[in-house]
Protein backbone atom coordinates (compact mmCIF):
# COMPACT_ATOMS: atom_id res chain seq x y z
CA UNK A 1 0.00 0.00 0.00
CA UNK A 2 1.08 2.96 -0.60
CA UNK A 3 2.16 5.70 2.11
CA UNK A 4 -0.21 8.05 2.48
CA UNK A 5 0.96 11.82 2.00
CA UNK A 6 -0.76 14.86 3.19
CA UNK A 7 -3.35 16.12 -0.01
CA UNK A 8 -0.53 18.02 -2.47
CA UNK A 9 2.42 16.00 -1.72
CA UNK A 10 4.45 14.90 -5.42
CA UNK A 11 0.68 15.91 -6.88
CA UNK A 12 -1.08 13.43 -5.11
CA UNK A 13 -4.94 14.13 -4.11
CA UNK A 14 -5.87 12.07 -1.12
CA UNK A 15 -8.81 13.70 -0.55
CA UNK A 16 -11.12 12.26 -3.64
CA UNK A 17 -10.85 9.02 -4.91
CA UNK A 18 -8.04 8.35 -8.39
CA UNK A 19 -9.91 6.29 -11.02
CA UNK A 20 -6.88 4.79 -11.66
CA UNK A 21 -6.25 3.66 -8.10
CA UNK A 22 -9.76 2.39 -7.37
CA UNK A 23 -8.79 0.23 -11.02
CA UNK A 24 -6.11 -0.63 -9.18
CA UNK A 25 -8.13 -1.64 -5.84
CA UNK A 26 -10.44 -3.88 -8.17
CA UNK A 27 -7.64 -5.70 -9.50
CA UNK A 28 -6.42 -6.70 -6.10
CA UNK A 29 -3.56 -3.84 -5.93
CA UNK A 30 -2.01 -1.88 -3.13
CA UNK A 31 -1.24 1.20 -4.38
CA UNK A 32 -4.54 2.86 -3.03
CA UNK A 33 -5.55 5.12 -0.08
CA UNK A 34 -8.85 4.80 1.57
CA UNK A 35 -10.56 7.09 -0.09
CA UNK A 36 -10.27 4.84 -3.04
CA UNK A 37 -11.24 2.00 -1.43
CA UNK A 38 -14.44 3.48 0.26
CA UNK A 39 -15.52 4.65 -2.95
CA UNK A 40 -14.98 1.00 -4.81
CA UNK A 41 -16.72 -0.94 -1.56
CA UNK A 42 -19.65 2.19 -2.25
CA UNK A 43 -19.52 0.67 -6.30
CA UNK A 44 -19.71 -3.04 -5.40
CA UNK A 45 -23.07 -2.23 -3.65
CA UNK A 46 -24.38 -1.45 -7.37
CA UNK A 47 -22.23 -4.12 -9.04
CA UNK A 48 -20.78 -7.04 -6.67
CA UNK A 49 -19.31 -8.26 -9.68
CA UNK A 50 -17.02 -4.76 -10.49
CA UNK A 51 -13.75 -6.92 -9.22
CA UNK A 52 -14.32 -9.82 -11.50
CA UNK A 53 -15.32 -7.42 -14.15
CA UNK A 54 -11.85 -5.67 -13.45
CA UNK A 55 -9.93 -8.55 -14.66
CA UNK A 56 -12.23 -9.83 -17.50
CA UNK A 57 -11.17 -6.62 -19.26
CA UNK A 58 -7.92 -6.88 -18.71
CA UNK A 59 -7.92 -10.58 -19.87
CA UNK A 60 -9.50 -8.24 -23.69
CA UNK A 61 -6.73 -6.41 -23.42
CA UNK A 62 -4.48 -9.05 -23.43
CA UNK A 63 -6.14 -10.79 -26.43
CA UNK A 64 -6.58 -7.71 -28.28
CA UNK A 65 -2.87 -6.77 -28.28
CA UNK A 66 -2.34 -10.10 -29.07
CA UNK A 67 -4.57 -9.66 -31.83
CA UNK A 68 -2.32 -6.51 -33.34
CA UNK A 69 0.80 -7.60 -33.10
CA UNK A 70 -0.13 -10.41 -34.95
CA UNK A 71 -1.73 -7.87 -37.66
CA UNK A 72 1.81 -6.86 -37.81
CA UNK A 73 1.92 -3.24 -35.06
CA UNK A 74 4.91 -3.13 -33.96
CA UNK A 75 4.39 0.05 -31.58
CA UNK A 76 1.48 1.20 -29.35
CA UNK A 77 0.54 3.82 -27.39
CA UNK A 78 -1.73 2.77 -23.76
CA UNK A 79 -3.58 5.95 -22.76
CA UNK A 80 -5.08 5.97 -19.14
CA UNK A 81 -2.60 2.68 -18.75
CA UNK A 82 -3.10 3.03 -14.60
CA UNK A 83 -0.70 1.31 -12.49
CA UNK A 84 1.20 -1.41 -13.44
CA UNK A 85 -0.28 -5.08 -13.20
CA UNK A 86 0.47 -8.58 -14.21
CA UNK A 87 0.51 -8.74 -18.21
CA UNK A 88 1.28 -5.33 -19.37
CA UNK A 89 0.71 -4.08 -22.76
CA UNK A 90 4.15 -4.53 -23.18
CA UNK A 91 4.95 -8.27 -21.63
CA UNK A 92 1.53 -9.35 -24.20
CA UNK A 93 2.88 -7.60 -26.97
CA UNK A 94 6.93 -8.68 -26.73
CA UNK A 95 5.80 -11.78 -26.18
CA UNK A 96 4.64 -11.91 -29.98
CA UNK A 97 7.39 -9.06 -31.39
CA UNK A 98 10.29 -9.02 -28.69
CA UNK A 99 11.05 -5.34 -30.30
CA UNK A 100 7.71 -3.89 -29.92
CA UNK A 101 7.56 -0.36 -28.36
CA UNK A 102 4.92 1.03 -26.15
CA UNK A 103 4.64 4.16 -24.21
CA UNK A 104 1.99 3.97 -21.22
CA UNK A 105 -0.03 7.28 -21.66
CA UNK A 106 -1.46 8.70 -17.93
CA UNK A 107 -2.41 11.94 -15.67
CA UNK A 108 -2.13 10.36 -12.11
CA UNK A 109 0.64 10.83 -10.57
CA UNK A 110 0.93 7.62 -8.49
CA UNK A 111 0.52 5.77 -12.05
CA UNK A 112 3.50 7.90 -13.14
CA UNK A 113 5.60 7.25 -10.67
CA UNK A 114 5.48 3.96 -10.45
CA UNK A 115 5.28 3.43 -13.92
CA UNK A 116 9.14 4.82 -14.38
CA UNK A 117 9.92 3.06 -12.27
CA UNK A 118 8.95 -0.71 -13.46
CA UNK A 119 10.04 0.57 -17.06
CA UNK A 120 13.51 2.59 -16.54
CA UNK A 121 15.39 -0.53 -17.83
CA UNK A 122 13.58 -1.18 -20.79
CA UNK A 123 14.56 1.33 -23.69
CA UNK A 124 10.99 0.24 -26.13
CA UNK A 125 9.23 1.07 -23.44
CA UNK A 126 8.18 4.59 -21.68
CA UNK A 127 5.47 6.60 -19.33
CA UNK A 128 3.70 10.21 -20.45
CA UNK A 129 2.18 12.09 -18.18
CA UNK A 130 -0.38 13.56 -20.54
CA UNK A 131 -4.42 13.71 -20.56
CA UNK A 132 -6.40 12.24 -23.34
CA UNK A 133 -8.76 15.02 -23.25
CA UNK A 134 -5.49 16.50 -25.06
CA UNK A 135 -4.46 14.58 -27.79
CA UNK A 136 -1.96 16.80 -29.09
CA UNK A 137 -0.62 16.68 -25.64
CA UNK A 138 -0.48 12.74 -26.11
CA UNK A 139 0.60 12.78 -29.63
CA UNK A 140 3.29 15.37 -29.40
CA UNK A 141 5.22 14.37 -26.27
CA UNK A 142 8.59 14.10 -26.02
CA UNK A 143 7.93 10.65 -24.99
CA UNK A 144 6.02 9.55 -27.35
CA UNK A 145 7.49 11.04 -30.45
CA UNK A 146 11.29 8.77 -28.78
CA UNK A 147 9.50 6.29 -29.71
CA UNK A 148 6.47 6.26 -32.03
CA UNK A 149 6.84 6.40 -35.65
CA UNK A 150 3.81 7.96 -37.48
CA UNK A 151 4.86 6.86 -40.54
CA UNK A 152 4.18 3.00 -39.09
CA UNK A 153 0.54 1.66 -37.80
CA UNK A 154 0.25 2.14 -34.22
CA UNK A 155 -2.23 0.62 -31.70
CA UNK A 156 -3.74 3.02 -29.62
CA UNK A 157 -5.52 1.48 -26.80
CA UNK A 158 -8.31 3.08 -24.30
CA UNK A 159 -9.01 0.56 -22.16
CA UNK A 160 -12.21 1.44 -19.89
CA UNK A 161 -11.16 5.11 -20.73
CA UNK A 162 -13.77 6.32 -23.56
CA UNK A 163 -16.92 6.32 -21.05
CA UNK A 164 -14.55 9.13 -19.26
CA UNK A 165 -15.63 11.65 -21.96
CA UNK A 166 -18.49 13.47 -22.62
CA UNK A 167 -20.16 13.45 -26.10
CA UNK A 168 -19.31 16.89 -26.88
CA UNK A 169 -15.33 15.52 -26.20
CA UNK A 170 -16.12 12.60 -28.28
CA UNK A 171 -15.74 13.76 -32.05
CA UNK A 172 -12.97 16.45 -31.55
CA UNK A 173 -10.79 14.02 -29.22
CA UNK A 174 -11.59 10.58 -31.65
CA UNK A 175 -11.07 12.65 -34.75
CA UNK A 176 -7.41 13.91 -33.93
CA UNK A 177 -6.71 10.56 -32.99
CA UNK A 178 -7.95 8.81 -36.42
CA UNK A 179 -6.13 11.74 -38.10
CA UNK A 180 -3.00 11.07 -36.51
CA UNK A 181 -2.87 7.66 -36.99
CA UNK A 182 -1.22 6.06 -40.63
CA UNK A 183 -3.11 3.33 -42.57
CA UNK A 184 -3.32 -0.31 -40.89
CA UNK A 185 -3.55 1.82 -37.22
CA UNK A 186 -5.71 0.12 -34.91
CA UNK A 187 -8.01 1.72 -32.03
CA UNK A 188 -8.99 -1.23 -29.22
CA UNK A 189 -11.55 0.37 -26.37
CA UNK A 190 -14.00 -0.49 -24.10
CA UNK A 191 -17.21 0.76 -22.54
CA UNK A 192 -19.54 0.65 -19.99
CA UNK A 193 -23.09 0.08 -20.89
CA UNK A 194 -27.01 0.56 -20.21
CA UNK A 195 -28.35 -2.33 -21.46
CA UNK A 196 -29.74 -4.85 -19.25
CA UNK A 197 -29.13 -3.70 -16.26
CA UNK A 198 -30.98 -1.61 -13.52
CA UNK A 199 -30.80 2.03 -14.00
CA UNK A 200 -30.43 2.60 -10.34
CA UNK A 201 -27.37 0.55 -10.15
CA UNK A 202 -26.30 2.48 -13.19
CA UNK A 203 -27.15 5.55 -10.97
CA UNK A 204 -25.41 4.97 -8.02
CA UNK A 205 -22.16 3.99 -10.17
CA UNK A 206 -22.19 6.99 -11.90
CA UNK A 207 -22.81 9.19 -8.20
CA UNK A 208 -19.42 7.60 -6.91
CA UNK A 209 -17.70 8.41 -10.25
CA UNK A 210 -18.88 11.71 -9.85
CA UNK A 211 -17.01 12.56 -6.77
CA UNK A 212 -13.66 11.89 -8.72
CA UNK A 213 -12.32 13.77 -11.06
CA UNK A 214 -13.01 11.72 -14.13
CA UNK A 215 -17.06 11.15 -14.13
CA UNK A 216 -18.58 8.32 -16.10
CA UNK A 217 -20.69 7.76 -18.51
CA UNK A 218 -23.13 4.62 -19.42
CA UNK A 219 -24.35 4.27 -22.66
CA UNK A 220 -26.37 2.35 -25.36
CA UNK A 221 -24.25 0.14 -27.41
CA UNK A 222 -25.29 2.42 -30.56
CA UNK A 223 -23.53 5.91 -28.27
CA UNK A 224 -20.29 3.57 -27.90
CA UNK A 225 -20.10 2.30 -31.78
CA UNK A 226 -19.26 6.22 -32.51
CA UNK A 227 -16.03 6.51 -30.86
CA UNK A 228 -15.14 3.96 -33.42
CA UNK A 229 -16.27 6.66 -36.20
CA UNK A 230 -13.46 6.23 -39.02
CA UNK A 231 -12.49 2.83 -38.14
CA UNK A 232 -13.92 -0.46 -39.38
CA UNK A 233 -14.43 -2.84 -36.71
CA UNK A 234 -12.54 -6.40 -36.37
CA UNK A 235 -15.07 -9.20 -36.46
CA UNK A 236 -16.97 -9.94 -34.38
CA UNK A 237 -17.38 -6.02 -34.02
CA UNK A 238 -18.63 -4.11 -31.03
CA UNK A 239 -19.59 -6.94 -28.82
CA UNK A 240 -19.70 -7.72 -24.39
CA UNK A 241 -16.27 -8.35 -23.92
CA UNK A 242 -16.66 -11.93 -23.47
CA UNK A 243 -17.47 -12.87 -26.92
CA UNK A 244 -15.01 -10.93 -28.70
CA UNK A 245 -11.94 -13.42 -29.96
CA UNK A 246 -12.92 -15.91 -26.58
CA UNK A 247 -9.64 -17.75 -25.12
CA UNK A 248 -10.12 -20.81 -22.88
CA UNK A 249 -7.09 -20.04 -20.79
CA UNK A 250 -9.09 -16.57 -20.05
CA UNK A 251 -11.03 -16.45 -16.26
CA UNK A 252 -14.77 -17.83 -17.09
CA UNK A 253 -16.57 -14.70 -17.95
CA UNK A 254 -19.12 -13.46 -15.28
CA UNK A 255 -19.61 -10.07 -15.39
CA UNK A 256 -18.55 -9.18 -18.80
CA UNK A 257 -22.02 -7.94 -19.55
CA UNK A 258 -21.45 -4.68 -18.27
CA UNK A 259 -18.55 -3.66 -21.09
CA UNK A 260 -18.48 -3.30 -24.72
CA UNK A 261 -15.40 -3.68 -26.43
CA UNK A 262 -14.26 -3.66 -30.03
CA UNK A 263 -11.24 -3.70 -32.20
CA UNK A 264 -11.36 -1.15 -35.19
CA UNK A 265 -8.60 -0.77 -38.31
CA UNK A 266 -7.89 2.57 -40.13
CA UNK A 267 -8.44 1.80 -43.79
Known amino acids: ???????????????????AR??????????????DREAVRQVEKAMPEIRRLAQENRAFLRRAVRHMARQGVRQFIDIGSGLPTVGNTHQIAQEITPDARVVYVDNDPVVLQHGRA??????????????????????????????????????????AMVHFLTLDERGPIMRQLLDALPSGSHLTATHVTT??????????????????PTPIFFR????????????????????????????????????????YGGVGRKA
Open 1 to 19: MVEQKPNGAAGIDVTRPSV
Open 22 to 35: MYDYYLGGKDNFEV
Open 118 to 159: LLATDDNTSVAAADMRRPADVLGHPETVKLIDFNEPVGVLMI
Open 195 to 212: ENHPPEAVAQIEAVYART
Open 220 to 259: EREEIARFFDGFDLVEPGLVTIDAWHPDPSDPAPQATKWL
